[in-house]
């Protein structure tokens, strides 16, 4: 894509407004590699720098408070700090924050998750999303005794080795610097074509299929219609464990998850984010028998050559299992999602709307509670009831348009008007109220005009 011109008003203004996060980040630089410690949060000319947060809110090393659209990158769902959730921490510290050994707070909280997700049988605990996908694709190798891992384009997973592969454009062929080939090699994308899937199960050495079932990077990028039914019965014909990614879906697109909502059940899930309540957390569930694979067992040979091994010195660390619990029974209640869902509606629809009536081109859509963002992109396609699915437009095509050229100087522009987006989307909480709603919308609407006098959709 062609470089877009850059608003020198309002990266100007912004250098301005946060001339303390800028210093931050110049001492930060120093020390930690581009100033920053999740390449998420990489913005130009520098990214703020936050030293608080509450409900919906934080509040920058400037002293600006911003209305929240990242919400600790999704894992927030009850809101920064919700009381219920702070105060099991804070009873939860005191008693010590590692016994090195079990404790009934771990088996609470896996008897928690086993209640509301229809695929789990047993839970194991990891740190991160990202070690629970490198779990979970273990155990299914370790089941099948195959090595392939089939996945799909623009689909993320957390930044193992196997799995960062297909996630941007171009998909198959984009360099992996520090990965080796070998590796890379064990894992194969496919587009969420159902023909792709079947001709390549049908090699015979699939040992398991991942895939975000809420479409690729919750839901930028949308799977077609009854694609994850007719994924399943592939999987089961060809005798491949399905993998659902629920580190973002987990608890937010229904109590019990995408699996939930959309009633379709996979073998195991991977889980993070509000699975800790906002705390560090992960956990992988399944059915009895591929979770078997994590047992020792007195079967003679088992635990050499069939058990996976898994150990993390921080798995279900105790100050996390009381954070989880908490926050987990809270999402047992359906309005907690419901709620969410019916503010990314309003949010979706109200952005559309002010594209439309400043004639500005760009995109709103998303699915349950989170949007995404595409400006600069014709968008003759979308209708205002219809926000859910920007028609015609291919994964790398929206994949680019979310992640263009644009989506710096949006986020400058937001954080002036007092939003922060994740980069050019969001996830909605609890915490968020119509008034935050109402105030993002009429922000949105500033910057999408100045963007507009700028210059910067000439080029569309
Ligand atoms: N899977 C999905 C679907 C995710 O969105 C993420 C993180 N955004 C991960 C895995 C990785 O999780 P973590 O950042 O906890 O390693």
């Known amino acids: 894509?062609?470089?877009?011109?850059?608003?020198?008003?309002?990266?100007?203004?912004?250098?301005?407004?946060?001339?303390?996060?800028?210093?931050?980040?110049?001492?930060?630089?120093?020390?930690?590699?581009?100033?920053?410690?999740?390449?998420?949060?990489?913005?130009?000319?520098?990214?703020?720098?936050?030293?608080?947060?509450?409900?919906?809110?934080?509040?920058?090393?400037?002293?600006?408070?911003?209305?929240?659209?990242?919400?600790?990158?999704?894992?927030?769902?009850?809101?920064?700090?919700?009381?219920?959730?702070?105060?099991?921490?804070?009873?939860?510290?005191?008693?010590?924050?590692?016994?090195?050994?079990?404790?009934?707070?771990?088996?609470?909280?896996?008897?928690?998750?086993?209640?509301?997700?229809?695929?789990?049988?047993?839970?194991?605990?990891?740190?991160?999303?990202?070690?629970?996908?490198?779990?979970?694709?273990?155990?299914?190798?370790?089941?099948?005794?195959?090595?392939?891992?089939?996945?799909?384009?623009?689909?993320?997973?957390?930044?193992?080795?196997?799995?960062?592969?297909?996630?941007?454009?171009?998909?198959?062929?984009?360099?992996?610097?520090?990965?080796?080939?070998?590796?890379?090699?064990?894992?194969?994308?496919?587009?969420?074509?159902?023909?792709?899937?079947?001709?390549?199960?049908?090699?015979?050495?699939?040992?398991?299929?991942?895939?975000?079932?809420?479409?690729?990077?919750?839901?930028?990028?949308?799977?077609?219609?009854?694609?994850?039914a007719g994924l399943r019965a592939l999987a089961t014909k060809y005798d491949a464990p399905l993998i659902f990614d629920e580190v973002i879906t987990g608890f937010r697109w229904a109590p019990g998850g995408a699996q939930e909502r959309l009633g379709i059940t996979p073998d195991l899930t991977t889980l993070a984010k509000i699975v800790a309540g906002g705390m560090p957390g992960g956990a992988v569930t399944g059915s009895a028998a591929l979770m078997r694979h994590l047992e020792f067992s007195d079967e003679p040979g088992w635990n050499t050559t069939r058990k996976v091994r898994h150990q993390g010195t921080y798995n279900s660390n105790p100050v996390a299992a009381a954070a989880g619990v908490t926050c987990l029974r809270r999402c047992a209640d359906p309005a907690v999602q419901a709620q969410c869902d019916e503010m990314a509606t309003r949010l979706r629809v109200g952005l559309n709307g002010i594209l439309a009536d400043r004639d500005a081109p760009g995109i709103a859509w998303g699915d349950s509670s989170v949007f995404h963002l595409a400006l600069g992109v014709a968008s003759t396609d979308v209708h205002l009831g219809d926000v859910q699915y920007p028609s015609g437009m291919s994964a790398e095509a929206l994949k680019a348009s979310a992640q263009g050229p644009l989506t710096a100087t949006l986020q400058q522009g937001m954080l002036i008007e007092g939003v922060d987006l994740f980069a050019s989307g969001g996830l909605l909480s609890l915490a968020h109220t119509d008034e935050d709603l109402d105030r993002t919308l009429a922000a949105f609407d500033r910057v999408v005009v100045r963007m507009g006098e700028d210059g910067l959709f000439e080029s569309v």
Request: net charge negative; aromatic share 8%.
């Open 1 to 228: 894509m062609a470089q877009a011109p850059v608003s020198m008003s309002i990266r100007a203004e912004f250098e301005e407004r946060f001339a303390d996060s800028r210093a931050m980040f110049e001492r930060s630089r120093q020390v930690i590699p581009s100033g920053i410690t999740h390449d998420g949060r990489y913005l130009k000319p520098f990214p703020v720098y936050v030293q608080r947060a509450a409900g919906a809110h934080k509040w920058t090393v400037d002293g600006h408070k911003l209305i929240d659209f990242s919400m600790g990158h999704g894992s927030l769902i009850l809101g920064h700090n919700d009381p219920e959730v702070l105060a099991a921490v804070q009873a939860a510290l005191p008693m010590g924050t590692h016994f090195g050994a079990g404790h009934e707070g771990e088996i609470a909280w896996a008897e928690q998750i086993i209640r509301m997700m229809p695929g789990a049988d047993r839970v194991k605990f990891t740190l991160s999303g990202t070690e629970a996908t490198l779990l979970a694709i273990r155990v299914a190798r370790a089941y099948t005794g195959k090595s392939v891992i089939l996945k799909f384009e623009g689909h993320f997973h957390g930044w193992n080795d196997y799995l960062l592969k297909g996630e941007r454009p171009p998909f198959e062929g984009a360099p992996m610097p520090g990965i080796p080939r070998e590796t890379l090699d064990t894992v194969s994308v496919v587009p969420a074509d159902l023909a792709y899937v079947e001709e390549r199960l049908s090699q015979g050495d699939i040992a398991g299929v991942i895939i975000e079932p809420s479409g690729g990077s919750w839901a930028m990028v949308p799977l077609p219609e009854g694609f994850l």
